[in-house]
């Protein structure tokens, strides 16, 4: 009787703590993100991206004295990759595949979660991550292993709207965090059969092979197998997931 008591307290507690309140990240702060060194209201910090904060707490001298606050246990196995947003002591993170928490940064609860679960057909390279989330006003906002854009409610967590930014079934996906510009959200990711940095450089590296000639290089194996899965044939570059990539230069 007094187990269940203490749950129901406890749960009533929870019911009872204030959600976040309204976030007011406006695009005028981001661009004056460098002079509010307490916050961290975009993706790298500010815009110039140089992921440093002006705070002065923490030295070398202090370093040795900071201790566990409190940890908060992943959810689903696997790396974080995520870049916090943090805005008067409300984190907003994200964990693989597709998951969004409004975090208390003074106590580590969890305000609300939302997931969203990618398309069966999503073929990613290098693991499921996903490394945040941009906020503007009062939306959160997300991309996806399955190439789409969502914003949710920053108070609840509720999705607003989930559009597509590119064909999942040709192999594109997003795993960087979107970035505020104004009143826009430009998705940036890793944009299969384009983008992709391997995928760039394969494509760099055949086609200076067929320039130069290659007479003095080994030719590509005919079984994919033999290069762990990947062949560099024709004008095609294909990583070992079967993803295909046009050898246009970018």
């Known amino acids: 009787m007094n187990l269940h008591r203490a749950a ?8 009872l ?10 695009y005028d702060r981001i661009l004056d993100a460098s002079s509010d060194p ?11 991206s140089q992921r440093h904060s002006g705070l002065a707490q ?12 409190w940890m908060l246990p992943n959810q689903v196995f696997g790396a974080w990759q995520t870049n916090p947003i943090v805005d008067d002591g409300i984190m907003y993170i994200t964990q693989r595949p597709n ?4 975090v208390d940064a003074a106590t580590g609860r969890v305000f609300w979660l939302y997931r969203h679960t990618p398309a069966d057909g999503a073929r990613i ?41 590119a064909d999942v079934s040709l192999a594109y996906s997003i795993t960087m965090a979107p970035l505020v510009v104004k009143d826009k959200v430009p998705g940036r990711g890793w944009w ?4 992709h940095p391997w995928i760039r450089r394969c494509v760099r ?21 033999t290069r762990r899965g990947r062949v560099t044939t024709g004008s095609t570059v294909a990583p070992r997931s079967g993803l295909r990539a046009r050898s246009t230069p970018t």
Do not use: H
């Open 8 to 15: 129901m307290v406890a749960a009533l507690a929870a019911l």
């Open 17 to 26: 703590t204030p959600a976040p309140s309204t976030a007011q990240i406006t």
């Open 38 to 48: 307490g916050n961290w209201l975009t993706y790298n910090g500010t815009y110039s």
């Open 58 to 69: 923490i030295t070398p001298d202090n370093v040795d004295d900071l201790e566990l606050k």
């Open 99 to 102: 998951d969004v928490m409004a």
């Open 125 to 165: 390279c290098c693991g499921a991550n996903n490394r945040g989330v941009a906020v503007l006003d009062e939306r959160v906002f997300m991309g996806t292993l399955d190439a789409r854009l969502i914003a949710l409610d920053a108070v609840n967590g509720q999705e607003l709207w989930n559009i597509e930014v």
């Open 192 to 195: 299969w059969r384009v983008r």
């Open 205 to 225: 590296t055949w086609r200076q092979v067929k320039r130069r000639g290659a007479s003095t290089r080994s030719p590509a194996p005919a079984n994919p197998d």
